[in-house]
């Protein structure tokens, strides 16, 4: 992990573990995560502790990745992307305190090497989604994506396999 290149001394950046060559744009809430060589983030993203993102990714702007996710490399993640780490999520607990980290368990997220999800795309948590595969902008992925096919709507279904050719 090397250099990085941040386009505004307004950044939040934490404990990051920042690969070489990583452009790192406006307005960016990074903590307790790792971006591998060569990614960008685009403005007012934000990436929670303990997510991952590989080698040679591209996180559009106002996209929020969560705890719990891990991006591999070669991965497009389109503008406004949100993913989402807990099934029930709740402000207080049945005796109406304040959750806290102890009440409530990150259900992991991953996209394999090559996806691509488009414009305002949600992905709901312990998902994963296969390699090489497109979601459609404005979907809402539920459920695991095979490798090589695109997905859209809401639920996601898939439409069709990627030709390789």
Same mark, same amino acid.
């Given at each position: 992990m090397e250099t990085i290149t941040i386009n505004n001394d307004k950044q939040s950046l934490n404990n990051v573990k920042v690969g070489k060559d990583v452009k790192i744009f406006n307005f960016v809430n990074a903590y307790?995560?790792?971006?591998?060589?060569?990614s960008k983030v685009g403005a007012f993203v934000e990436i929670q502790r303990g997510s991952t993102i590989g080698k040679n990714c591209k996180i559009s702007s106002h996209?929020?990745?969560?705890?719990g996710v891990h991006i591999e490399d070669n991965v497009f993640i389109g503008h406004n992307v949100t993913f989402i780490n807990d099934r029930f999520p709740r402000a207080t607990n049945d005796d109406g305190s304040i959750?806290?980290?102890?009440?409530?368990?990150?259900? &992991?997220?991953? #996209?394999?090497?090559?996806?691509s999800l488009g414009s305002s795309v949600t992905v709901l948590c312990g998902v994963?989604? /296969? &390699?090489?595969? #497109?979601?459609?902008?404005g979907s809402v992925v539920t459920k695991d994506v095979?490798?090589?096919?695109?997905?859209? /709507?809401?639920?996601?279904?898939?439409?069709?396999?990627?030709?390789?050719?």
């Open positions: 307790g995560c790792s971006i591998d060589d060569g996209s929020f990745i969560c705890e959750q806290t980290d102890a009440d409530w368990h990150v259900e &992991e997220t991953r #996209i394999k090497k090559g996806a994963t989604i /296969g &390699e090489r595969s #497109i979601i459609g902008a095979p490798d090589g096919v695109i997905v859209a /709507g809401n639920p996601a279904k898939i439409i069709r396999k990627i030709d390789n050719k």
